[in-house]
T-cell receptor, first 116, second 111 residues
Framework: EPEVTQTPSHQVTQMGQEVILRCVPI?????FYWYRQILGQKVEFLVS????????KSEIFDDQFSVERPDGSNFTLKIRSTKLEDSAMYFC??????????????FGPGTRLTVL | AQTVTQSQPEMSVQEAETVTLSCTYD???????LFWYKQPPSRQMILVIR??????QNATENRFSVNFQKAAKSFSLKISDSQLGDAAMYFC????????FGDGTTLTVKP
């Protein structure tokens, strides 16, 4: 069964450094998402992406964050200058449809980001 | 804005018994999906069951079933014949584009 994959599984970085989290969505999916979950808290929406542009973003997704689909398979989340509070689990998800005809979002296994 | 409320931070069930996890949501949309996800200690998000809002019939997946009350905006998860492997955090999620999650319910299964 197709699945969403994410790399790395765990990333440790120093405060102020840039990190890139990578995701490979399910191949025929058209909509891509990033969520984050701070330890012990709920999962929060960051951004959705369709047709090579952001379709929606939350207030968490500020100028420090960016997303890109650099090729036909990868979907990346970049944090330009990490802060301690960026430490969290980051989940990538993909779906075939969005909105009307909304389809299931399939989640990747997550990348645990630790900012020291 | 859509909100999802899980009023039970923790629940406990005896192995082989049945437990129901509660979820309510608030929305003005008519087309949406509802999901229950399981998150074990590995923190991976595993889809348990989904319900399309336009369907009146409650979804069922083996030992997992939902009680979907659209007018009441309620979406509870029933786990029958609970197993030790069911122990995890369970999240209810509303989806009409992006997903909105509840705070989660930690389920403990006692042998």
């Amino acid at each position: 069964e197709p699945e969403v994959t994410q790399t790395p599984s765990h990333q440790v970085t120093q405060m102020g450094q840039e990190v890139i989290l990578r995701c490979v969505p399910i191949s025929n999916h058209l909509y891509f998402y990033w969520y984050r979950q701070i330890l012990g808290q709920k999962v929060e929406f960051l951004v959705s992406f369709y047709n090579n542009e952001i379709s929606e973003k939350s207030e968490i997704f500020d100028d420090q964050f960016s997303v890109e689909r650099p090729d036909g398979s990868n979907f990346t989340l970049k944090i330009r200058s990490t802060k301690l509070e960026d430490s969290a689990m980051y989940f990538c998800a993909s779906s075939f449809f969005d909105r009307v005809g909304t389809d299931t979002q399939y989640f990747g296994p997550g990348t645990r980001l630790t900012v020291l | 804005a859509q909100t999802v409320t899980q009023s039970q931070p923790e629940m406990s069930v005896q192995e082989a018994e049945t437990v129901t996890l509660s979820c309510t949501y608030d929305t003005s949309e008519s087309d949406y999906y509802l999901f229950w996800y399981k998150q074990p200690p590995s923190r991976q998000m595993i889809l348990v069951i989904r319900q399309e809002a336009y369907k009146q019939q409650n979804a069922t997946e083996n030992r997992f079933s939902v009680n979907f009350q659209k007018a009441a905006k309620s979406f509870s998860l029933k786990i029958s014949d609970s197993q030790l492997g069911d122990a995890a955090m369970y999240f209810c999620a509303y989806n009409a584009g992006k997903s909105t999650f509840g705070d989660g319910t930690t389920l403990t299964v006692k042998p």
